[in-house]
T-cell receptor
Framework: KAGVTQTPRYLIKTRGQQVTLSCSPI?????VSWYQQTPGQGLQFLFE???????NKGNFPGRFSGRQFSNSRSEMNVSTLELGDSALYLC??????????????FGSGTRLTVV | KQEVTQIPAALSVPEGENLVLNCSFT??????LQWFRQDPGKGLTSLLL?????REQTSGRLNASLDKSSGRSTLYIAASQPGDSATYLC???????????????FGKGTKLSVKP
């Protein structure tokens, strides 16, 4: 059974550019969550989607956005990149939104470097 | 607001030792608790998932316990090996609370180093 797939694995972007990251959840999983991980802040919640609807959103500026498609694949977008956006971005999928009896499964992450 | 704390932040032990990693949380109204392992620069690998109605879960050399009333969980690693060196993260699932913290709340992790 395929795991959570995140693409690309690595990205280098210039300040002011925008970037789109992709996440394909485990087949049958309908909930996708995104996290930002930095050495200083640890794992910070970005947003969570279920059935194409954003259910929760973390305390990030509006430059961070996301969406989920009908096949449960999700994308997140960061516009007007800043140096502080350099981080490991992790995606996690779970079977359902309110009853995660199976827990969360994470992808390998996308390492974003802003120069 | 749910807060998750992991102690110690770092731990170095010789190979073969048994060790305990601690996780505490402030709100006992959790749905489940999950332990993850993270190797440098990599994603999170789920180790054990304990439902709120359970007291412990075991997988190989790993045993995790949960005491909801006291807001504590421990991860016990038996006969540690150099390959166990990684960061171990504890996360609590708050059920349907959601909000700006999301449903899964993480601690900062314990960085484990097992010396040969």
């Amino acid at each position: 059974k395929a795991g959570v797939t995140q693409t690309p694995r690595y990205l280098i972007k210039t300040r002011g550019q925008q970037v789109t990251l992709s996440c394909s959840p485990i087949s049958g999983h309908r909930s996708v969550s995104w996290y930002q991980q930095t050495p200083g802040q640890g794992l910070q919640f970005l947003f969570e989607y279920f059935s194409e609807t954003q259910r929760n959103k973390g305390n990030f500026p509006g430059r961070f956005s996301g969406r989920q498609f009908s096949n449960s694949r999700s994308e997140m977008n960061v516009s007007t990149l800043e140096l502080g956006d350099s981080a490991l971005y992790l995606c996690a999928s779970s079977f359902v939104f309110r009853s995660s009896e199976g827990g969360y499964t994470f992808g390998s992450g996308t390492r974003l470097t802003v120069v | 607001k749910q807060e998750v704390t992991q102690i110690p932040a770092a731990l170095s032990v010789p190979e073969g030792e048994n060790l305990v990693l601690n996780c505490s949380f402030t709100d006992s109204a959790i749905y489940n608790l999950q332990w993850f392992r993270q190797d440098p620069g990599k994603g999170l690998t789920s180790l054990l998932l304990i439902q709120s109605s359970q007291r412990e879960q075991t997988s190989g050399r790993l045993n995790a316990s949960l005491d909801k009333s006291s807001g504590r969980s421990t991860l016990y690693i038996a006969a540690s090996q150099p390959g166990d060196s990684a960061t171990y993260l504890c996360a609590v699932h708050r059920g349907n609370y959601g909000g700006s913290q999301g449903n899964l709340i993480f601690g900062k992790g314990t960085k484990l180093s097992v010396k040969p």
